[in-house]
């Protein structure tokens, strides 16, 4: 049995919402294993659901660019909030994104593509530890391209110009001009940096996390004591709604709750009379899927001076 501790139980209750005992209980059934006790939770009806359990758990900045019918987002990881506001990081993230554009998704092309003044992105990245006195990396790009179109910015809790927590980029293939196109996807834009989607279509959606949906909900319905004919058909409810929620063009639009994304864009479409097409979109958050180590401070100070905390 792994060793569940105050901090572990803590953490739980922060992904979860769940009560202390209910962590602790859950942490306890699954072994101190963490994703396993937020499934267990959940399959008690006593977690939220995990669409927007993604933690930040490093600090850095996102940044992106567009040009043209293209766009980039990057994502440059730091120890401290604090680098985020540093000029000479800003500038290196800015350039990086910019460069981006050029090398695509291929993150070591990127950081191995020329940097301005001299040697490549990764000479620069390693010139900012040494300058800043901190440890940086660059963690992820994307890059989205249209034949005719726009690629359309947004940036939540903007830091800089082009750089902030959450960047996202929405790729519109349509003969509509940029008045039409670039309203319409700072709004889908807005939409998905408070939705979080998974996939932009329900069919693009990881199997594995269907799966997961899937024997949670199974699990749930067992609960209810109903006929198993009843029971998959409450699975089967289950999975459907989750796939409606977690795809992007089948969420309710954030600015009415009512309207599905695709028909937002289809009353645009129909509006500049003209075909406009969600093509793809990006939303990178800052750190997550990053596990930040954490410490027990009190327990720590309680260590030292040969006490229990």
């Given at each position: 049995m792994a060793e569940i501790t105050?901090?572990?139980?803590?953490?739980?209750?922060?992904?979860?919402?769940?009560?202390?005992m209910d962590c602790k209980k859950a942490l306890s059934e699954t072994n101190g294993d963490m994703e396993a006790?937020?499934?267990w939770l959940r399959s008690k009806g006593l977690a939220a659901a995990a669409k927007k359990s993604s933690r930040t758990a490093a600090e850095g900045l996102v940044g992106l660019a567009v040009a043209g019918t293209k766009g980039a987002a990057v994502e440059v990881n730091s120890e401290t909030d604090f680098v985020a506001k540093n000029d000479q990081f800003q500038a290196f993230v800015k350039t990086v994104s910019g460069l981006a554009l050029q090398t695509?998704?291929?993150?070591?092309?990127?950081?191995?593509?020329?940097?301005?003044?001299?040697?490549?992105?990764?000479?620069a990245l390693t010139a900012n530890i040494a300058t800043i006195g901190e440890n940086q990396a660059l963690r992820?790009?994307?890059?989205?391209?249209?034949?005719?179109?726009?690629?359309?910015?947004?940036?939540?809790?903007?830091?800089?110009?082009?750089?902030?927590?959450?960047?996202?980029?929405?790729?519109?293939?349509?003969?509509?001009?940029?008045?039409?196109?670039?309203?319409?996807?700072?709004?889908?834009?807005?939409?998905?940096?408070?939705s979080f989607?998974?996939?932009?279509?329900?069919?693009?959606?990881?199997?594995?996390?269907?799966?997961?949906?899937?024997?949670?909900?199974?699990?749930?319905?067992?609960?209810?004591?109903?006929?198993?004919?009843?029971?998959?058909?409450?699975?089967e409810g289950a999975v459907a709604k989750?796939?409606?929620?977690?795809?992007?063009?089948?969420q309710l639009f954030v600015m009415d709750n009512k309207t599905p994304v695709q028909d937002v864009v289809a009353k645009a479409a129909k509006d500049a009379g003209t075909a406009i097409v969600l093509k793809d979109y990006v939303r990178f958050q800052l750190g997550e899927g990053i596990e930040r180590e954490t410490s027990?401070?009190?327990?720590?100070?309680?260590?030292?001076?040969?006490v229990k905390a």
């Open positions: 105050a901090a572990t139980v803590k953490d739980l209750r922060e992904r979860s919402g769940a009560g202390m006790a937020v499934d695509g998704d291929d993150v070591e092309a990127l950081r191995s593509a020329s940097y301005p003044g001299g040697g490549t992105v990764g000479d992820r790009v994307r890059v989205l391209t249209v034949s005719n179109g726009a690629v359309v910015p947004y940036v939540h809790n903007q830091v800089a110009p082009g750089m902030g927590k959450i960047g996202v980029l929405v790729a519109l293939e349509s003969d509509a001009g940029i008045d039409v196109l670039e309203p319409l996807g700072k709004q889908i834009a807005m939409h998905i940096a408070a989607p998974q996939a932009l279509h329900a069919d693009h959606l990881d199997a594995d996390t269907i799966d997961r949906e899937r024997a949670i909900a199974r699990e749930k319905a067992a609960e209810s004591g109903k006929p198993e004919n009843i029971i998959e058909k409450m699975v989750f796939k409606k929620e977690a795809a992007l063009l089948s027990d401070f009190a327990a720590e100070v309680a260590a030292a001076a040969g």
